[in-house]
């Protein structure tokens, strides 16, 4: 018989198993991510946790929405900055009383222009191309007469669409006051040379406001004399709509002479943080409010990153990605017939009016006022007729 021999070969397979390990960052947000959806010209406060893993306290910044001895932004997005703090303008004075265009006319609670500019200066979101001038320390873009009672800003009233250098009961002495304006390539600038409070005195203010075309408005104050008093006029810009716009100052002392004052837009729509600054403590938690504004935004979808920058040598930064959806707007108005209230036939070219805005009737009578959401006054005008029903 024949020995058979099977030799075996055992086979050793060693299983390794790769993992990936994420080591979580000493600081971080929680969620990473912050999104919501707004209507038009409207705002809304989301949150995120911002936490810190390490045994150390850590100190925490969003250096883009520090306050300092500035303010802003509004609800549009500008904000202001003085040469007094640090990042601030530069004072300086371009004097043009010997190369601009004298303004005259101008003198005790009056208005005059308009002036035309060589750029158009945007203001708001709409493009500025002429300026009227107040007697009352104001440039405005409309021709309303500005009141010698100044107002906090926004006024939340009927005045409207101004910038407001020192807006308080000034006047012209006509012995000492003068006012020039000259247009530049890039900019367009107005100076207000002694101009006095009413009903006049010795005690003068001269300043220079400076717009120019990427949107920026700076005001320089040169003079301030012994004497005048600065606490009670307001400084500012005010927009078109009543309830927005920036204040500076309002009748309180803040102005002196060699100062600069700049308005700036940023057009993110995180428009504020709180806090803006802060401490953790070892594996403490700050929630951290955010402000999303779609004012001046149109229907679409925007992203935003927001830098917190922290006292950790490895985490000297980290960002919030932040997503913001503005809806379509909703498209309301209304709609109807004028007739003769006696013989029941149409009347053409009627004047129906909302605020400043118009149409005017068909042949038949009709018409159609596209509006958005919300209550109205309406007029129907036409000569040699009076309103006997309104639908």
């Given at each position: 018989m024949k020995n058979i021999y099977l030799k075996l070969i055992f086979s050793v397979f060693t299983i390794i198993t790769s993992l990936n390990l994420i080591a979580q960052s000493p600081l971080y947000f929680d969620p990473s991510a912050c999104e919501a959806t707004l209507n038009p010209n409207d705002s809304i406060e989301v949150y995120s946790?911002?936490?810190?893993?390490?045994?150390?306290t850590v100190e925490f910044s969003f250096p883009d929405y520090i306050s300092r001895d500035l303010g802003g932004p509004d609800s549009y997005g500008y904000s202001w900055i003085d040469s007094d703090e640090e990042g601030g303008p530069n004072y300086e004075w371009n004097d043009i009383s010997e190369t601009g265009t004298p303004i005259e006319g101008l003198g005790d609670d009056n208005v005059v222009g308009p002036f035309e500019m060589a750029i158009y200066f945007p203001f708001y979101g709409q493009s500025k191309h002429v300026f009227w001038i107040s007697s009352n320390g104001a440039i405005s873009f409309n021709e309303?007469?500005?009141?010698?009672?100044?107002?906090?800003?926004?006024t939340n009233s009927n005045y409207i669409d101004f910038i407001a250098w020192f807006w308080d009961d000034l006047t012209m002495n006509p012995e000492l006051s003068r006012?020039?304006?000259?247009?530049?390539?890039?900019?367009?600038?107005?100076?207000?040379?002694?101009?006095?409070?009413?009903?006049?005195?010795?005690?003068?203010?001269?300043?220079?406001?400076?717009?120019?075309?990427?949107?920026?408005?700076?005001?320089?104050?040169?003079?301030?004399?012994?004497?005048?008093?600065?606490?009670?006029?307001?400084?500012?810009?005010?927009s078109w709509n009543p309830e927005m716009g920036l204040q500076v100052a309002y009748n309180q002392e803040y102005l002196h002479s060699e100062m600069a004052v700049r308005f700036d837009l940023n057009r993110n729509f995180i428009v504020t943080v709180h806090p803006a600054s802060g401490h953790l403590p070892p594996f403490g938690q700050e929630h951290i409010w955010i402000t999303y504004s779609s004012v001046g935004y149109e229907h679409g979808t925007y992203e935003q990153e927001l830098k917190c920058v922290s006292s950790l040598p490895d985490v000297p930064q980290i960002f919030l990605h932040n997503v913001m959806h503005v809806n379509a707007p909703v498209q309301a108005g209304f709609k109807g017939y004028v007739t003769n209230a006696v013989t029941g036939l149409p009347i053409n070219d009627v004047k129906?009016?909302?605020?400043?805005?118009?149409?005017?009737?068909?042949?038949?009578?009709?018409?159609?006022?596209?509006?958005?959401?919300?209550?109205?006054?309406v007029k129907f005008i036409r000569e040699g007729y009076h309103t006997a029903r309104t639908i």
């Amino acid at each position: 018989m024949k020995n058979i021999y099977l030799k075996l070969i055992f086979s050793v397979f060693t299983i390794i198993t790769s993992l990936n390990l994420i080591a979580q960052s000493p600081l971080y947000f929680d969620p990473s991510a912050c999104e919501a959806t707004l209507n038009p010209n409207d705002s809304i406060e989301v949150y995120s946790l911002l936490k810190n893993a390490s045994d150390d306290t850590v100190e925490f910044s969003f250096p883009d929405y520090i306050s300092r001895d500035l303010g802003g932004p509004d609800s549009y997005g500008y904000s202001w900055i003085d040469s007094d703090e640090e990042g601030g303008p530069n004072y300086e004075w371009n004097d043009i009383s010997e190369t601009g265009t004298p303004i005259e006319g101008l003198g005790d609670d009056n208005v005059v222009g308009p002036f035309e500019m060589a750029i158009y200066f945007p203001f708001y979101g709409q493009s500025k191309h002429v300026f009227w001038i107040s007697s009352n320390g104001a440039i405005s873009f409309n021709e309303q007469f500005l009141t010698f009672a100044n107002e906090p800003i926004p006024t939340n009233s009927n005045y409207i669409d101004f910038i407001a250098w020192f807006w308080d009961d000034l006047t012209m002495n006509p012995e000492l006051s003068r006012v020039y304006y000259q247009n530049f390539d890039a900019k367009t600038i107005v100076q207000f040379t002694k101009m006095v409070h009413y009903p006049g005195s010795d005690s003068t203010i001269t300043a220079q406001v400076i717009m120019m075309n990427n949107g920026t408005v700076c005001i320089r104050y040169n003079q301030i004399s012994e004497g005048f008093e600065t606490n009670t006029g307001t400084v500012g810009i005010q927009s078109w709509n009543p309830e927005m716009g920036l204040q500076v100052a309002y009748n309180q002392e803040y102005l002196h002479s060699e100062m600069a004052v700049r308005f700036d837009l940023n057009r993110n729509f995180i428009v504020t943080v709180h806090p803006a600054s802060g401490h953790l403590p070892p594996f403490g938690q700050e929630h951290i409010w955010i402000t999303y504004s779609s004012v001046g935004y149109e229907h679409g979808t925007y992203e935003q990153e927001l830098k917190c920058v922290s006292s950790l040598p490895d985490v000297p930064q980290i960002f919030l990605h932040n997503v913001m959806h503005v809806n379509a707007p909703v498209q309301a108005g209304f709609k109807g017939y004028v007739t003769n209230a006696v013989t029941g036939l149409p009347i053409n070219d009627v004047k129906v009016m909302v605020g400043e805005h118009y149409v005017y009737t068909n042949g038949d009578g009709h018409y159609e006022f596209p509006l958005d959401q919300g209550s109205y006054n309406v007029k129907f005008i036409r000569e040699g007729y009076h309103t006997a029903r309104t639908i």
